[in-house]
């Protein structure tokens, strides 16, 4: 049996940028629904859209952009090879490894790894890091073939990737042919808790097929073969779990009290209760109502209003709320890929951060409200002209 979580209408891809060339063309939408399964409580996106569409060669979503996620993968890797007694003679395998920005880490320390990213624009870069990627989407299969070849791990990474995949389940027992007898494995995801505490909507796309509590990826561990045996409470992106798991018939490592202590939590709360559920939608429509009454403000006063990160959780904000570049003319962003382009559905273009110099808007709407700390420090200059920081979620707020 389901539940009805949250329904955002319809809406194109949120990593979908639309090129100048195809400015004047269709883009496909699809429905945006989500649901609670009430047999295993896993939160799941309706499927409409296939992976290969949503992850596909001009992918534009690069880790590196992000200083402080860097110093966050270098903090991981020092940690790692501390806990776990990497040496040289060790091997890490990273899946959904993006550009490089973790694994450049582990080769620094003379460590062999492994990168599988299936998004030929990140692979490219990543090997131009010097490291070796396999460009495929990760399941059983191919961790069969790796372990045939000699290639299992001693750990294994998966950060921001358990969210995105469509069969969790192929996913998940992939680990546990890869690993090592006792070896690692870590996931680190946002945490389905803070997204319900903080009306984190916006983070619902149709790359996320599913929003992921520890009572559910439990479950799903034991299901396919891993045994969760500690975790750590992250804040990144608005609240995130790191998750340590190894492989259920020859992993020793004894359950940790972090991880009692938060499944004892989740239970408290009601997770795995239809009636923690109820009542999202109306708080993420109160959310949308609350921006689009600012923009229309801001408009009728002559006020001059820009955003900042072009970030696919905006383009869930922007398109459900219905806003268009009438109200929000154009978004900064660093990133290079995503410069002269165009935001999927709303159309705003994406231009270089020095756009905000030039016009010193009054308002910037930070998008990626999860670096909201960061994205005030680099745009700091904006003060000079007095303008001011808005983030739409969880709550109108200007700064």
């Known amino acids: 049996m389901t539940l009805p979580f949250i329904d955002l209408a319809t809406a194109p891809p949120s990593n979908a940028y639309v090129t100048a060339q195809r400015l004047h063309g269709p883009e496909k939408w699809y429905p945006l629904r989500v649901f609670v399964c009430t047999r295993c409580w896993l939160v799941q996106t309706e499927d409409y859209a296939h992976s290969a569409e949503l992850f596909a060669s001009d992918y534009a979503y690069f880790s590196s952009?992000?200083?402080?996620?860097?110093?966050?993968?270098?903090?991981?890797?020092?940690?790692?090879?501390?806990?776990?007694?990497?040496?040289?003679?060790?091997?890490?395998?990273?899946?959904?490894?993006?550009?490089?920005?973790?694994?450049?880490?582990?080769?620094?320390?003379?460590?062999?790894?492994?990168?599988?990213?299936?998004?030929?624009?990140?692979?490219?870069?990543?090997?131009?890091?010097?490291?070796?990627?396999?460009?495929?989407?990760?399941?059983?299969?191919?961790?069969?073939?790796?372990?045939?070849?000699?290639?299992?791990?001693?750990?294994?990474?998966?950060?921001?990737?358990?969210?995105?995949?469509?069969?969790?389940?192929?996913?998940?027992?992939?680990?546990?042919?890869?690993?090592?007898?006792?070896?690692?494995?870590?996931?680190?995801?946002?945490?389905?808790?803070?997204?319900?505490?903080?009306?984190?909507?916006?983070?619902?796309?149709?790359?996320?097929?599913?929003?992921?509590?520890?009572?559910?990826?439990?479950a799903i561990f034991e299901r396919n073969g891993l045994a969760v045996f500690d975790v750590t409470e992250l804040p990144t992106h608005g609240g995130s779990l790191r998750v340590f798991a190894q492989r259920r018939d020859t992993g020793a490592r004894t359950p940790t009290p972090a991880l009692e202590n938060l499944l004892a939590r989740e239970r408290a709360l009601g997770v795995a209760t239809a009636g923690y559920y109820a009542g999202f939608q109306a708080r993420a429509d109160h959310i949308k109502d609350e921006l689009m009454r600012f923009l229309i403000d801001c408009k009728r006063s002559g006020k001059r209003v820009a955003a900042y990160g072009a970030a696919a959780k905006g383009n869930t904000l922007l398109n459900y709320a219905g806003v268009r570049a009438n109200l929000l003319p154009w978004v900064a962003d660093r990133n290079p890929a995503k410069q002269g382009k165009f935001l999927p559905g709303s159309r705003i273009a994406i231009v270089a951060e020095e756009r905000l110099r030039q016009e010193q808007p009054d308002f910037i709407v930070l998008l990626p409200w999860n670096l909201r700390e960061e994205l005030i420090a680099q745009l700091s200059y904006a003060r000079a002209w007095g303008g001011k920081f808005v983030c739409a979620v969880p709550q109108l707020t200007i700064e």
């Open 65 to 218: 952009v992000s200083s402080s996620w860097l110093s966050h993968a270098q903090r991981y890797v020092d940690e790692m090879v501390r806990r776990f007694e990497l040496t040289p003679a060790s091997h890490v395998v990273e899946v959904a490894a993006n550009d490089g920005y973790l694994l450049q880490y582990v080769r620094e320390r003379g460590i062999a790894c492994l990168a599988i990213e299936p998004t030929a624009s990140t692979a490219a870069v990543a090997r131009g890091k010097g490291l070796e990627v396999i460009e495929e989407f990760f399941g059983v299969a191919q961790a069969q073939r790796l372990a045939a070849a000699g290639r299992s791990a001693d750990l294994t990474v998966a950060n921001n990737v358990l969210a995105h995949v469509p069969d969790i389940n192929d996913f998940v027992a992939g680990f546990a042919r890869l690993l090592k007898p006792h070896g690692i494995a870590t996931f680190e995801f946002p945490h389905l808790v803070r997204l319900v505490e903080s009306c984190q909507f916006d983070t619902i796309y149709h790359e996320h097929f599913s929003y992921l509590s520890l009572t559910a990826v439990s």
